[in-house]
């Protein structure tokens, strides 16, 4: 979905009398301001196909009111009415994500949906600020895990324990500067990735008496949400073709339509090749990712469609608008499901030996740093 707020390149006829009657403009003048306005016009757009938010200058030529945070300066920021200023904080992963996808897909689609619900909301919200926080490249817990690889070329994860702390520290300093509202949008599935998100949250929220809610977990846990998304695949796929593509997690059906939709140049062609390997459990998914050669993908990517994409990257920008704004109109979030909030027993024991890794690592680097002040 591109940016529907593109500034137009236009030269006003009333601009173009009055730099005629000045004497300021010459033929050869209007010719350069017009090469210069269709330049901008061009990297704009360019910047809205890739799903990226407005720029500082853009946004206040368009009256918009959302800003990228690391455009601003800090009398700006400081300056933002704290009631009624929302920071959005997409967090996403880089992981192997089959020889189709690119690793950082998981980011790549949830900074799409952070920018895209970002104008939905700036347009329910006109009186309010929306502040664009960097996203998180690094999550934890790559699917390579799901096939036992602990290390795999294609993943670069941080421990539970670093990515708890990152979201817990961002929030709580935005707490700290006196803003009330905080929402991160997630892209990656791994139920410990989720539910430190969740715990920082949390903690966030009840320490600091602010509303810093993990919208994805919310969004799976939605009734209506989740219907919406079912019909969506109804309208593209038969009963039959979606029982066949099992359960559809990671770089399969769904992940590859949306890449597909927004990032096409990062598709590689090979995806209308691959074999389904469709599994409808958490047993059997672990069965395709343990047996020899897997890829690293699951279900059916060659079904994948960019239309299809399309629409569920809508869905995705729908599902987060609509729980931004139940937020801030007052709905108390607290007391909805997030899914997941415990982590399912089929995977329990190789998520248990991850985090006991993890561990491990930390211990390690804390003896490291012991002796190292000894020497």
């Not at 009333?14 to 005629?20: E, G, Q």
């Not at 941080?158 to 935005?174: E, M, N």
């Not at 997630?186 to 539910?195: M, Q, S, V, W």
């Not at 969506?232 to 073709?241: E, L, M, P």
Request: aromatic share 6%.
């Amino acid at each position: 979905m591109v940016c529907r707020n593109r500034p137009r390149a236009e030269i006003t006829e009333a601009r173009r009398v009055a730099l005629l009657t000045s004497g300021v403009a010459t033929r050869e003048g209007l010719m350069k301001q017009a090469l210069i306005m269709l330049i901008v016009w061009a990297i704009s757009g360019s910047a809205a196909a890739r799903g990226e938010g407005p720029t500082q200058r853009e946004s206040s030529a368009l009256g918009s009111r959302i800003y990228k945070l690391e455009e601003l300066t800090w009398p700006q920021i400081d300056a933002f009415d704290r009631q009624r200023t929302l920071f959005i904080l997409p967090v996403g992963m880089i992981e192997q994500h089959g020889p189709h996808l690119p690793v950082g897909a998981d980011t790549i689609a949830v900074t799409y949906e952070a920018n895209g619900a970002s104008k939905r909301v700036s347009r329910a919200l006109p009186d309010w600020n929306v502040v664009m926080m960097p996203a998180v490249n690094y999550g934890q817990s790559g699917a390579n895990r799901l096939g036992d690889m602990p290390i795999h070329p294609g993943t670069y994860a941080i421990r539970q324990s670093t990515l708890r702390s990152l979201v817990a520290d961002l929030g709580g300093q935005i707490a700290e500067n006196g803003f009330k509202w905080i929402f991160v949008m997630n892209g990656h599935g791994a139920p410990t990735h989720n539910i430190a998100i969740n715990e920082a949250c949390d903690f966030v929220s009840e320490a600091y008496r602010v509303t810093m809610l993990h919208l994805t977990g919310l969004f799976r846990a939605d009734a209506a949400i989740q219907s919406s998304g079912e019909k969506i695949n109804a309208k593209t796929f038969s009963v039959a073709d979606l029982s066949s593509f099992g359960m559809d997690v990671h770089a399969g059906v769904g992940e590859t339509s949306g890449i597909l939709a927004i990032r096409p140049d990062l598709v590689s062609p090979n995806y209308r090749t691959l074999p389904s390997q469709a599994g409808r459990s958490l047993e059997e998914l672990r069965k395709i990712a343990t047996a020899p050669g897997w890829q690293g993908y699951l279900s059916s990517p060659a079904r994948a469609t960019a239309a299809h994409g399309k629409a569920v990257e809508a869905w995705w920008i729908d599902g987060f608008t609509d729980l931004i704004l139940r937020a801030v109109r007052g709905e108390n979030m607290f007391v909805h499901a997030r899914v997941p909030e415990t982590v399912p027993a089929a995977v329990a024991p190789m998520l248990e030996k991850e985090l006991a890794n993890e561990a491990a690592f930390g211990a390690r680097l804390e003896n490291w740093l012991v002796q190292r002040s000894k020497r």
